[in-house]
């Protein structure tokens, strides 16, 4: 048996409605998502018949906003056997809010989930992965409100989001009693290439991602930690022609690919929530 097949990789899904996204926040004012059609059901829905297909369970990170609307999706992501955590309430950036707001926005979301499920919600992912070196803070915030393990670094640039020189494993964060589950990168030509899914995951050749995830496993002889949202796998979804090109390059970018290959990759890894 491969060093790979013993080896129990992080599912994550980030549960967020389309129009909910970074890409959007500014052309879409979160007082008006009401106004737009919900999808995240029947989107979630599919990614669960396809968990339940290759026998996997994963941890889904969900926004309070959309579990206050749909707990029953909640509870059945429950039944079905997966993990929850939380997304934030609003689906801001972290960097982008007061400690304050970010204390009332968490613990909003906490309450929601809590009270929905009936469990304890342990971790925390920061909305586009905004935990950065300017929103530290958020981690006293996150022990504060009992959290056992966030999941918000992105060891990489971006224009956006990263820690470049965070650890690309997981580890416990110093000086708090917090376990860090970073967004998985593999190494290539030295340089530490983003492979653990959303816009990567469409925009990669899959021959590319499996290689750079294989090499994760069987090289470095480390679990993963990969994500991807439910809106991915809707290319039916509404189109935002106001949005900028870029935006609606990362977010509309091969959708019609994205189930075909999250199948090939649940058949070629073993997945597993998050510890």
């Known amino acids: 048996m491969s060093q790979q097949a013993n080896i129990t990789n992080c599912l994550t899904i980030d549960v967020e409605e389309h129009f909910q996204v970074a890409a959007f926040e500014n052309i879409i004012n979160p007082k008006d998502w009401d106004q737009h059609p919900s999808r995240v059901v029947i989107n979630t829905r599919l990614i669960l018949d396809l968990l339940d297909k290759y026998k996997t369970k994963a941890t889904f990170f969900i926004v309070g906003w959309t579990a206050e609307r749909h707990p029953k999706l909640v509870q059945e992501i429950c039944k079905r056997g997966h993990d929850i955590g939380c997304h934030s309430y609003l ?3 972290v960097y982008d809010l007061t400690p304050e707001e970010f204390r009332e926005d968490t613990r909003k979301a906490k309450d929601i989930l809590e ?16 935990i950065t070196k300017k929103s530290l803070w958020a981690l006293d915030i996150l ?14 640039h971006h224009d956006r989001y990263g820690i470049p020189d965070a650890p690309r494993f997981p580890y416990k964060i110093p000086g ?6 970073p967004i998985s990168t593999s190494l290539f030509l030295g340089r530490k290439l983003p492979v653990s899914g959303g816009g ?34 809707d290319s039916d979804q509404p189109r935002f ?11 509309y970018n091969n959708l019609g690919k994205t189930v075909s290959r999250f199948e090939r990759l649940l058949s070629h890894f073993k997945f597993g929530t998050i510890p």
């Not at 022990?143 to 990489?156: R, V």
């Open 91 to 93: 689906h801001q950036k």
């Open 115 to 130: 009270q929905i499920t009936g469990m304890k919600i342990r971790g925390y992912r920061a909305p586009s992965y905004s």
């Open 143 to 156: 022990e504060e409100l009992c959290f056992e393990y966030d999941s918000s670094i992105f060891p990489i």
């Open 176 to 181: 708090h009693n917090l376990q860090e589950y």
């Open 200 to 233: 990567y995951f469409r925009l990669f050749p899959y021959w590319l991602t499996k290689m750079a995830l294989k090499s994760i496993n069987e090289k470095e002889r480390k679990p993963f930690v990969f994500y991807i949202h439910p809106w991915e796998v």
């Open 241 to 251: 022609k106001d949005a900028s090109r870029l935006s609606k390059f990362r977010h």
